[in-house]
């Protein structure tokens, strides 16, 4: 039992390096040996743990992805009506972004596509699927503009992140005022007038 806490501890460790490394240096620019000495580890050792560079990028993608993901669905408001289920999706996001920096920069602000795996593609597609699924329901109802659900999800992704983006750049300080201003604008670009 003792040994398998560890190798938990010990994964959990490697994790963590891996996200400072691939967040201050991109995928391609992290090299196995630096993660393993910012983990404390031996080279050797994380292969024990993580076949790959790859394998260890997807294993953290998948983490921080599965976090976000479980924090919108379990705080979704399904029977609420769509401005409500909105605003709830977008402050869970915003608090995840503002609790977690590092994994949202590392989850947003990187391109990932050439090294993600089948598994983690999925999960990058879970969250906006689900997200285009509730726009869909209220396009059909009239309450969101007709068009694409993709294109207005990635509108409003996009806007999310660029927020985000100029907050961890001392641009754009986030208060509840300036958050509530960004939800109500993004909810604007969607919402049937």
């Known amino acids: 039992m003792a040994t398998d806490r560890n190798d938990a501890d010990r994964r959990e460790q490697i994790l963590a390096a891996a996200l400072e490394c691939f967040v201050s240096k991109g995928f391609h620019g992290t090299a196995v040996p630096e993660v393993a000495r910012k983990a404390g580890l031996a080279t050797g050792t994380m292969y024990h743990y993580f076949p790959s560079k790859q394998a260890l990028v997807n294993a953290l993608f998948r983490k921080w992805k599965e976090a976000v ?88 992704f996009g806007a999310f992140t660029g927020m985000m983006r100029a907050h961890y750049d001392g641009l754009v300080p986030l208060t509840p005022a300036v958050q509530a201003l960004a939800e109500q604008a993004c909810w604007d670009c969607l919402a049937a007038h």
């Open 69 to 156: 993901a479980a924090r919108v669905f379990l705080k979704f408001p399904a029977a609420a009506p769509v401005r409500e289920q909105f605003r709830a999706m977008w402050g869970e996001m915003a608090d995840f972004a503002l609790t977690h920096p590092e994994a949202f920069q590392f989850l947003e602000l990187h391109h990932h596509r050439s090294y993600l795996d089948a598994e983690s593609l999925a999960m990058e597609h879970r969250l906006k699927d689900f997200a285009g699924l509730i726009v869909g329901q209220a396009q059909g109802r009239g309450e969101v503009k007709a068009g694409s659900t993709r294109l207005l999800m990635e509108l409003v």
